[in-house]
């Protein structure tokens, strides 16, 4: 008597994201848990796509809690209480948001940047590396925003980020440049709003199943295999 297994279903999953947005890390590891549940079923190809939830901010950026609090209408308290619990669920998840520098040293203030820099640079590392070196890219912009508070907006710092992530400089630096990639990124913007995706993390399966929000890793498992039972993972 012979034993077949069956191949794991591959799935592409597009996830709009902003290098700025707590809840797209914690979206991450959710789920990173989710298919994790699935695993042996479904496999995924992760690829990042743009979003800016602050396009038009300032080279100078904004901190942190004034703009919470600008611009969600918030009074100081609201946002000290709204960062607790989003830390609490971040922590349930497996995400730091925190500021993880040395003992003694100062913390440096938490900041709002403009990430359009940012979103062309992880543009280049999908076309240079594939979806393993774009993932790894915007791990590390994450790590650098949250954990280590460096202003990502900066060109100096990206290029530094981006090569730590093993990327190469001579070609961060073109892309940084590059009209072209401009253009890609804005187009991959105004995707998203052709898809009504107005908040992020979006998780776009196969280009055809929507998951919206940071959702808990049971939704994800779920979604994934609706997606798969009901064929729209196929090929059009």
């Known amino acids: 008597?012979?034993?077949?297994?069956?191949?794991?279903?591959?799935?592409?999953?597009?996830?709009?994201?902003?290098?700025?947005?707590?809840?797209?890390?914690?979206?991450?590891?959710?789920?990173?848990?989710?298919?994790?549940?699935?695993?042996?079923?479904i496999e995924a190809e992760v690829r990042w796509r743009p979003f800016e939830l602050n396009p038009d901010m300032p080279p100078e950026g904004e901190p942190q809690q004034a703009h919470v609090m600008r611009k969600y209408q918030r009074t100081q308290e609201q946002a000290a209480a709204g960062r607790v619990q989003m830390q609490r669920i971040a922590k349930d998840a497996g995400a730091v948001l925190a500021y993880t520098g040395t003992d003694g040293d100062d913390a440096p203030p938490a900041m709002m940047w403009n990430t359009f820099l940012a979103h062309k640079l992880l543009g280049l590392a999908l076309d240079a590396g594939g979806p393993d070196v774009q993932t790894r890219l915007k791990l590390a912009l994450f790590t650098a925003h949250f954990n280590e508070r460096r202003n990502v907006s900066d060109p100096a710092v990206l290029l530094a980020i981006a090569e730590e992530a093993g990327l190469e400089r001579a070609g961060c630096e073109a892309a940084l440049a590059d009209p072209a990639m401009s253009e890609r990124v804005r187009a991959e913007e105004a995707h998203a709003w052709d898809l009504n995706i107005s908040g992020v993390p979006a998780m776009l399966v196969s280009g055809k199943f929507l998951i919206p929000g940071a959702q808990e890793p049971e939704v994800c498992a779920n979604a994934l295999r609706r997606v798969v039972a009901r064929g729209l993972h196929a090929p059009a």
């Open 1 to 41: 008597m012979s034993s077949e297994t069956t191949a794991p279903v591959r799935l592409t999953i597009d996830v709009w994201s902003d290098v700025m947005c707590p809840w797209c890390l914690i979206g991450w590891h959710q789920l990173q848990k989710g298919l994790a549940l699935v695993a042996g079923e």
